[in-house]
């Protein structure tokens, strides 16, 4: 979504600005190649060529280094957006994470809300039962059938009291 509204406000991607930069950076160095041309055809012609061509290729030679100053200010405004782009893809991650995060956090409290009372009413009814158990057991044991261990209470604990991890 973010990338859809950035391209309806003229906002380019991170990765947008870097192939522009690619391609902005390859110019640069065309550009620059065509300076080093211009220079080399005007100081060759210094000894043969009239002034009216000499200016030509002077001019030549300007219009070139032009051509590199204004590569060069379109390279610096691409990086200047390539950094506010960066940042600003950071803000939305940030914005996209804490977003999340509290709508897992709402989640987990709803579920609570609804699941805990019927998961506490069914241990408290477990618990009852296992006191009862233990209870009953108790009353076995002071008065047991003969020959019969009075093992039942320690099982009857050691499911009472789970370890917790």
């Known amino acids: 979504m ?4 950035s391209k309806l406000l003229g ?7 870097v192939s522009a930069l690619e391609k902005a950076k390859a110019e640069l160095a065309q550009a620059e190649a065509a300076v080093v041309a211009a220079e080399t055809a005007y100081d060759a012609g ?6 009216a061509a000499l200016r ?3 001019d030549n030679a300007t219009e070139a280094k032009i051509d590199v100053d204004q590569v060069r200010a379109r390279i610096a405004k691409l990086e200047r957006q390539h950094a506010d782009a960066l940042e600003a ?3 939305d991650q940030r914005q996209r994470r804490y977003d999340e995060a509290k709508a897992a956090s709402e989640a987990a409290e709803k579920r609570l809300r609804r699941e805990y009372p019927k998961a506490a009413m069914a241990i408290r009814d477990l ?7 233990s209870i009953a057991v108790q009353a076995a044991n002071e008065d047991p059938p003969e020959g019969a ?3 039942a209470r320690s099982r009857i ?3 009472a009291a789970p370890a917790i991890p």
């Open 2 to 5: 973010s990338k859809i509204l």
């Open 11 to 17: 906002k380019s991607s991170s990765t947008d600005i």
């Open 46 to 51: 210094l000894l043969e060529l009239d002034k």
């Open 56 to 58: 030509k290729l002077l």
């Open 89 to 91: 893809e950071a803000a």
């Open 127 to 133: 618990l009852a039962e296992v006191a009862a158990a």
């Open 149 to 151: 261990p009075p093992a």
């Open 157 to 159: 604990r050691t499911f």
